[in-house]
Structures are given as C-alpha cells and as structure tokens.
C-alpha cells in the first residue's frame, strides 16, 4: 500500500482516499495559494478534485497518475500551467 507523504507542506493541501483501490487525489485546501505537486504514487485524480481552488496556479503530475477524471480542474480561476510527466 502507497501512501502520501506527508512531511512536505505542498502534499497536505490535498486529500486522498482508496478509490476503487487507486490513491486518488479527493479534494485540495481551498485556500491554497501557489503551485501544486502531486506525489509519486497517486494513481488518479478524483472528480471535481481541484474544484473552486481559485488561487491554484500550477499542477504537476506524475506519471503514476493514470487517470484524471471529469471536471478535476473545474473553476480554477488562476489556473496557469499543468505539467504532466503522463506517458
């Protein structure tokens, strides 16, 4: 079983949960300013995820991440760049 890290500051803006038994990004800190890194190890990234993160401005994505599902980005207002390491 992979879990998230949990020492850097970046990584507990976001919750996980065990989906269909896939480490699946659920939802981020609303109020979270910057960028964000998705550790290695998540497998997907749930819907509606990043939903009403206004002030995220950027995402990066391992190549663990084999799926993204519908709207995870969704009204993301400052949402500028996503850097997907995906094959």
Not at 32 to 43: F, H, L, R, T
């Amino acid at each position: 079983e992979i879990l998230p890290p949990t020492s850097n500051s970046v990584y507990k803006m976001l919750e996980y949960k065990y989906v269909d038994g896939k480490l699946t990004v659920v939802g981020c800190d609303k109020y979270y300013q910057g960028e964000i890194v998705i550790p290695y190890g998540v497998e997907r990234i749930g819907y509606r995820a990043f939903y009403n993160c206004w002030d995220v401005k950027s995402v990066e994505i391992p190549e663990s991440v084999t799926e993204i599902m519908n709207d995870a980005f969704r009204s993301c207002a400052a949402l500028e760049k996503i850097n997907s390491l995906l094959g």
